[in-house]
């Protein structure tokens, strides 16, 4: 479990800054991450990760954010067995919407048909109840992710 890739779902900005500091706090604990802003499934599948780590944000009415859109397609057509990978969703949303991070959730039972392994349950983060959700996300990264030596 070296490898990470950090596939971001974003609209305005908060789950990509998310990500940023997830890669930031992975590679300082040892591991190999790379960022997907603009994910593709080329580029994901042809680095290989140990580990593919949603992190996405909501948008409408519980729909995936247009820049992770085509890459969330292309895997649900696609179906890139994930046997033996490793998978992780943190989703941000808004519990007074009816479809309260409908996007990772979405996520979640895409890497779960294409026979990903949980790594944990996922994080669902209340936009509600916390204004910085790296307060949430980022110790639970810290508890998932040990220190690698």
Known sequence: MNRIAIIVGTVYGGAQYLAEQAEQLLSGRGYLCSLHPEPKLDA?????????????????????????????????????????KIMAVIGLGDSSYDNFCGA?????????????KPLAEPLWIDACETLEPETE?????EAHFPARG
């Open 137 to 141: 996300a980022l110790p639970w990264l």
């Open 44 to 84: 994901v599948l042809a680095e290989d990760p140990d580990v593919w780590l949603v992190i996405s944000s909501t948008t409408g009415q519980g729909d995936i954010p247009d820049n992770a859109l085509p890459f969330f397609i292309d895997a649900r057509d696609r179906f890139p067995l994930l046997t033996d």
């Open 104 to 116: 990772g959730k979405q996520f979640y039972e895409l890497l779960q048909e294409l026979q990903g």
